[in-house]
C-alpha cells in the first residue's frame, strides 16, 4: 500500500466513509503505480515548469481606494454575526 | 431557416437587416429549450427575465438606427464555473449550492458591455474534473446524437446545448480538455486558448497553471467571432498577457497553401478507434490536398501526459478546493460537534466522488516525503514536453491530431474506472501542459452517427493559425451543416 489513505484525508480535512476508504484506497493505488512511469525518465538537471507561460510578478500602483463592501462577502456565508463569520469555538 | 438554428454571424446579419428582432430570436431559444431540454439536460438554471431585457435593449437600439457589434443581441449560454453577479453560481458542486457571487467574470463583464444575452447557466462536471459531465453533483447531460451516449466534458452542458440547438454559441473552461473533449463528442467547433489569452477573474479555479476559457460554437467564423469578444489583458488575472488582441475575422480565408502541417506519430495511440484514425487520415489528405504541406513529426514525451497531468492539476486543486470549508460560501453541514468535524463533514458532504479522489490524491502527492517524487518530478517532465512542442513548431505551423481517441462512450461505462476515464482525455492534455492554443471541429461521423473530431493545435498566441486551417477545413466539408435528430 504505497498511501496511508486516512492520513491524507485528515489532512485534506475530508471525512471518508470506510466504504470509500476501501475503494479509493484500491483506485489511487492503481494511479499511482500508473504515475510511476515518469521514473523512467532521467531528470537530472531539468528546471521544473509551473507556468507554461513566463510569470512576472504584476504591481498595482499603492493607492487607497474602496474594497468590497463586508455585508456583500458575508451574504454569501452560511452562519455570520456581528459583522463577522461565524464558526465553532476555536480555543478552549 | 429556423431562427434556433442561426449561427452568430446569420443571426447578426438578420438582427441588421431587421428581419428578426433580438426578442424573436430569445424567445425561438427558450421554445426549443423547453422543447428538448427534459432530453438532453444541459441547463441548470435558466435568466429570463434578465435576458428579455438585454433583448429589447438591443432591439431599441436598432430601431435608433445605431450599429450593433458582432455579439449584441445574440442568445448564448454560460458555464456554470463562471461567475455572474446576483445569479447562482454552483460550479456543479453541492458545496456552493446557494452561492450567488458579488461580482461578474471578467469574460461575463466583457460580453454584457458587447450586448450578449445570457440564457442560463450550463452542467458541468463538479469543480470541470471528469470527461463526461457524469460527475456533476445535480444532473447527467446527455449527448444529443445518442442519449445514452457521454456528452463529454467537463464543458458537456455547453457542447450539448450548442449541438442541440438551445443557444447560438457558450462559453466552456478547459485545464485538460474540457473545452476540445466535448466539441468533439458532440460534433461542434470547440477552442482553447493560449494560457493567458483570455482572463480567469471569477473563473472557479480548478487547476490554475492550466485552465483556460473558451468558446464552443457551430462554426469557426462563430469561434472567432467570441474568441474576439473575450480575449485581452485584464489587471484582475494577473497570469492574463498584455499583448493586443487581433481581429480574428482576418484569419477566415479559404486558403491553406503552404501552410506546414506535422502528424506527430505518438498521438496514434494503442486502442484508438479505427474509425476516429480512419476520419482523421482523410481530414489531414483533404488539408494536403489544399496545398499545405503534410510531415510526420515526433512529441516524444506524449505517452507521459496523464501521468503529468494527474499529478500537476490534483495538486493545484487540492490547495484551490482547500477554501470550501463551510465558513465563507455556499454549503455546512449541521452534524459536527467541533471544527475540525465541521470541516470535515462540510467537505464529506458538499463534495462528489472524484472530487474527493482528486483532492486526496493532489494532498498526497504534495505532503512532505512525496513532493519531490511527484509533484516536483512532473514539473520536471513537464518541461520536456513543452520543449518537445518548441521543436516541433520550429519546423511545422500547426499540428493535427484527433481530438479524443473515441467518439462519445456510453454513460456509466466508465464511472468505475478512473484510470480509464482519464486516459480518454491523453490526446487533449498535453496542449494544457504546454499552455498552447488547440481547436477542435467536426471531421466525420462514426457508424452509429456519432460525431468525430480533429485537433489543431498551433504557437502560443497564433490562434489566427488554428482559425485560418479549421475554416478552410470547414469551407471544404459539410459536417458542420449536420444536424442531430433530436425530436
Not at chain 2, 437587416?17 to 439536460?41: H, N, Q
Not at chain 2, 445605431?66 to 453541492?94: A, W
Not at chain 2, 503552404?258 to 502528424?263: H, K, Q
Amino acid at each position: 500500500m504505497k498511501m496511508d489513505i486516512e492520513k491524507v484525508a485528515r489532512l485534506a480535512r475530508i471525512q471518508l466513509t470506510e466504504e470509500e476508504k476501501r475503494t479509493f484506497g484500491s483506485q489511487l493505488e492503481q494511479i499511482l503505480t500508473y504515475m510511476e512511469q515518469l521514473n523512467r525518465l532521467d531528470t537530472t538537471g531539468v528546471e521544473p515548469t509551473s507556468h507554461a507561460i513566463p510569470v512576472v510578478n504584476v504591481f498595482r500602483v499603492d493607492e487607497v481606494r474602496p474594497s468590497t463592501p463586508r455585508e456583500k462577502i458575508l451574504k454569501a456565508s452560511p452562519d455570520q454575526e456581528d459583522g463577522h463569520f461565524k464558526v465553532p469555538r476555536i480555543i478552549e | 431557416m429556423t431562427l434556433y438554428e442561426l449561427t452568430i454571424h446569420q443571426l447578426h446579419d438578420l438582427l441588421v437587416k431587421r428581419e428578426v428582432t433580438a426578442r424573436e430570436a430569445t424567445e425561438a431559444l427558450y421554445r426549443r429549450i423547453g422543447e428538448v431540454d427534459g432530453k438532453v439536460r444541459a441547463y441548470l438554471r435558466l435568466t429570463e427575465e434578465e435576458a428579455f431585457r438585454q433583448a429589447e435593449e438591443t432591439d431599441r437600439k436598432i430601431l435608433r438606427g445605431e450599429e450593433i457589434g458582432d455579439l449584441e443581441g445574440i442568445p448564448i449560454g454560460i458555464k456554470d464555473i463562471l461567475c455572474t453577479e446576483g445569479l447562482e453560481t454552483t460550479c456543479g458542486s453541492k458545496i456552493l449550492r446557494g452561492y450567488i457571487p458579488f461580482y461578474d467574470a471578467t469574460v461575463i463583464k466583457k460580453l454584457k458591455e458587447r450586448g450578449a444575452i445570457f440564457l442560463g447557466k450550463l452542467n458541468m462536471d463538479e469543480f470541470a474534473m471528469g470527461s463526461s459531465t457524469e460527475n456533476s453533483g445535480f444532473q447527467i447531460t446527455r449527448n444529443p446524437w445518442n442519449l445514452t451516449c457521454i456528452p463529454g466534458g467537463s464543458s458537456g452542458g455547453s457542447a450539448a446545448a450548442v449541438a442541440a440547438d438551445e443557444c447560438i454559441a457558450a462559453l466552456g473552461t478547459d485545464t485538460g480538455g474540457s473545452i476540445r473533449q466535448p466539441a468533439s463528442c458532440c460534433g461542434v467547433v470547440g477552442l482553447k486558448p493560449t494560457y493567458g489569452r483570455v482572463s480567469r477573474y471569477g473563473l472557479i479555479a480548478f487547476a490554475s497553471s492550466l485552465d483556460q476559457i473558451g468558446p464552443i460554437t457551430k462554426d469557426v467564423e462563430d469561434c472567432a467571432l467570441l474568441l474576439g469578444g473575450i480575449s485581452g489583458h485584464d489587471p484582475f488575472d494577473s497570469t492574463s498577457v498584455n499583448t493586443e488582441v487581433p481581429d480574428y475575422k482576418q484569419y477566415l480565408v479559404n486558403d491553406i497553401k503552404g501552410v506546414r502541417i506535422g502528424i506527430p506519430k505518438e498521438y496514434f495511440v494503442e486502442g484508438m478507434d479505427p474509425e476516429v484514425e480512419r476520419a482523421t487520415q482523410a481530414a489531414i489528405d483533404l488539408l494536403g490536398k489544399g496545398g499545405a504541406k503534410v510531415r510526420s513529426i515526433s512529441l516524444p514525451h506524449t505517452p507521459y501526459a496523464v501521468a503529468i497531468y494527474y499529478i500537476i492539476c490534483t495538486a493545484e486543486a487540492s490547495s484551490n478546493l482547500a477554501r470550501y470549508d463551510g465558513v465563507k460560501y455556499g454549503f455546512r453541514s449541521n452534524r459536527y460537534e467541533d471544527l475540525l468535524e465541521m470541516y470535515g463533514r462540510t467537505r464529506a458532504e458538499g463534495f462528489g466522488k472524484e472530487v474527493k479522489r482528486r483532492i486526496i490524491l493532489g494532498t498526497y502527492v504534495l505532503s512532505a516525503g512525496y513532493y519531490e517524487a511527484y509533484y516536483r518530478k512532473a514539473s520536471q517532465v513537464r518541461t520536456l514536453m513543452k520543449s518537445d512542442f518548441d521543436k516541433a513548431f520550429d519546423e511545422v505551423d500547426v499540428i493535427v491530431t484527433p481530438t479524443a481517441p473515441t467518439p462519445a462512450f456510453h454513460i456509466g461505462e466508465k464511472v468505475e474506472d478512473p484510470l480509464q476515464m482519464y486516459l480518454s482525455d491523453i490526446l487533449t492534455i498535453p496542449v494544457n501542459l504546454a499552455g498552447i492554443p488547440a481547436l477542435s471541429l467536426p471531421c466525420g461521423f462514426n457508424r452509429e452517427g456519432l460525431p468525430i473530431g480533429l485537433q489543431i493545435m498551433g504557437r502560443h498566441f497564433d490562434e489566427g493559425m488554428l482559425l485560418r486551417v479549421a475554416y478552410t477545413f470547414e469551407q471544404n466539408t459539410d459536417f458542420h451543416l449536420k444536424k442531430p435528430a433530436l425530436l
